[in-house]
């Protein structure tokens, strides 16, 4: 076998500093056989996975390392995965690359896999679930190897043959269904919202949105003429765009006096429900809260805020700042109310699932799974918990047809 240029560098030792070579030059990580030195090598070997083009593969079946088909992999599909997805594979990789990436992919094996599955369960951080999806991930990639001629058939029809972890395996955990909140908890919290962010939360809850298909939103995205009562917003993507294509979701009069006030003044591109408008809100609230007169010094530090309003924050939520949001609101609601009053922890995730419950109890699950856009009903059951109230409902007034009545025994 040839030797390999394109190898990850190794961790050497110089004396009692640990280093690394790349490109020719030597990247100390400190004091050797040290966890301190360990963690920075870690890192380093990370920050050259996130910039592939530093390592092409080779040429030769046989001749790629896995730590060169990871990279290969990532350069691949970066731009054909949203940033999520495309964490989770890296996430997934780390694993791989830490204990088997100076191994040949030809020589990788389904116990090598379980293996990198045990690591993943010592770590005690993902949960049942989540370790089988990242195992198909990394089977993912050999299989993208196969397709690049770089790995064997044989070697993934091997690691398909691993089965998933089962429900109760040893060390292995499973969270706990997402549930619904209630409307009256989100009704307690709606006052310690910006008005932007309260917005959001009641669009989400009455349509049953996805958070990323609220923070989101453009202007752009919203067609107004299409029906004299209802507005339709479609997505730029979404999560099961590849199984129904575009998602146009219909906005009633609730729903349009909710986002109207939010379109006015902006062009196609901008954002519905922006971070810039919510800051505004709550600086203008406090002012009007204000018992003091301002000091000069903030009168200043609000003139040059006014001037770079973008550089404190940015023009669209994301899934941190939207759920960080409602958090805050929480926490505030929580110092000012007595005990026995104190609001729930929830996030703007479990709106969807309200929203899906509520429609399968009042209308059934059929208009839940189309409100939610779901290709079967049994997604549509992981989202709507209505179920078992029905089924309550129907044991309470349920008549034994085997018991006999007076007006039978008298016939």
């Keep these: 076998m040839p030797k390999l240029k394109n190898r990850l560098p190794k961790m050497c030792r ?11 030059k030597r990247h100390y990580h ?5 966890p301190e030195a360990e963690r920075k090598y870690k890192r380093f070997i990370a920050a050259l996975l996130e910039n592939p083009t530093l390592l092409p593969l080779g040429n030769k079946t046989g ?5 060169e088909l990871v990279a290969g992999f990532l350069t691949y599909v970066e731009s054909r995965l949203d940033k999520t997805e495309f964490s989770h594979f890296k996430r997934a990789l780390g694993f791989i690359v830490e204990i088997y990436g100076t191994l040949a992919v030809n020589e990788f094996s389904p116990k090598k896999l379980k293996v990198c599955r045990s690591q993943m369960v010592k770590a005690g951080t993902l949960c049942r679930p989540q370790i089988n999806k990242h195992i198909g991930r990394i089977i993912r990639i050999f299989a993208w190897g196969v397709e690049e001629e770089h790995v064997q058939p044989s070697i993934v029809a091997a690691l398909r043959e691993v089965k998933n972890l089962q429900r109760g395996e040893q060390d292995t955990f499973d969270n706990p269904p997402r549930q619904e909140v209630p409307d009256e908890v989100v009704k307690r919290t709606l006052p310690f919202m910006s008005l932007t962010v309260a917005a959001m939360v009641k669009l989400q809850r009455l349509t049953g949105m996805r958070p990323s298909e609220v923070y989101r939103m453009t202007v752009g995205n919203i067609n107004q003429t ?8 479609t997505p730029k993507s979404h999560k099961t765009e590849r199984f129904i294509g575009e998602k146009p979701i219909p906005l009633g009069k609730p729903e349009q006096a909710l986002i109207a006030p939010y379109l006015e003044g902006k062009t196609a ?9 919510a800051v505004q809100e709550k600086r ?7 018992r003091t007169k301002i000091s000069p010094s903030q009168e200043q530090r609000n003139r040059q805020r006014a001037k770079k309003p973008a550089s404190i924050v940015g023009e669209f939520y994301d899934k941190n700042s939207y759920r960080k949001a409602v958090e805050y609101a929480i926490r505030k609601g929580n110092q000012t ?13 479990q709106l969807r699932h309200a929203a899906g419950t509520a429609t399968e109890k009042a209308l059934g699950l059929d208009k839940a799974q189309a409100l939610l856009g779901h290709k079967t009903a049994n997604m549509t059951k992981r989202y709507a918990h209505g179920q078992l109230a029905i089924a309550e409902a129907m044991a309470r007034s349920r008549v034994n047809p085997f018991e006999s009545t007076e007006d039978d025994v008298a016939k």
Excluded: M
């Design 14 to 24: 110089d004396r009692n500093q640990a280093y690394s070579c790349h490109n020719g």
């Design 30 to 34: 400190g004091v050797w056989d040290t």
């Design 63 to 67: 001749d790629v390392l896995v730590s």
């Design 226 to 233: 299409l029906d004299a009562e209802l507005w339709y917003y």
């Design 269 to 277: 591109e901008r954002s519905v429900f922006s971070p810039h408008r």
């Design 284 to 290: 203008e609230r406090q002012r009007a809260e204000r």
């Design 337 to 349: 109310l007595p005990d026995g009053e104190k609001i729930p922890h929830w996030t703007p995730y």
